[in-house]
């Protein structure tokens, strides 16, 4: 699992937040119960024993911060909201000065205002922020084996487009 998020963290930013995210989630559904973790988790994986050792200790350090952080019902870990900040600081940039990116985000400015319209809950953040969820969202819906609407489909295909190219283009400029 540690090793999944790393590779995911050094080739694409976004499944690596929406990794992290997922795990957040395993461990609040496991009651930050440790060993339940190992036992129904670790032992099912066809790991080598250092990579469950390496593993297993990572879930743990995830779930102290998430207790540091106060987040055992909702909210992420403040080094993946760190990331997720970052990243909307880069669109915000991007967009002033890209004509291919802001071309891909106004396709998908007409689902996120309709997501913005549907909203009853508290503020959700920023956009990337909107982006990132509703691509866990439907990742959640795909995994519990639920149908998601199809304006939920076609939004995440949009925000899909955007934050990949975010992505790619985040990365390359923190290599440069």
Known sequence: M????????NEHLIEYILYLYRMEDLIRAYGFNREDLEQYVLTHKNVS?????ESKA???????????AGI?????????QVLVDRL??????LLKRDPDYLALYRKAQPHLLSLLADLTEENPGHEI??????????LLSKLTGKKAPESILAAAARFGEVLSYLDAHFRASEQA
């Open 72 to 80: 055992e019902e909702k909210g992420h870990l403040p080094e993946v």
């Open 49 to 53: 024993p250092q990579d469950r050792t």
């Open 88 to 93: 909307a600081n880069f669109h915000w940039k």
């Open 58 to 68: 990572w879930l743990a350090e995830l779930a102290d911060g998430m207790k540091r």
């Open 2 to 9: 540690k090793s999944i998020a790393e590779k995911k963290k």
């Open 129 to 138: 922020q909107i982006f990132i969820h509703t691509l866990y969202g439907l």
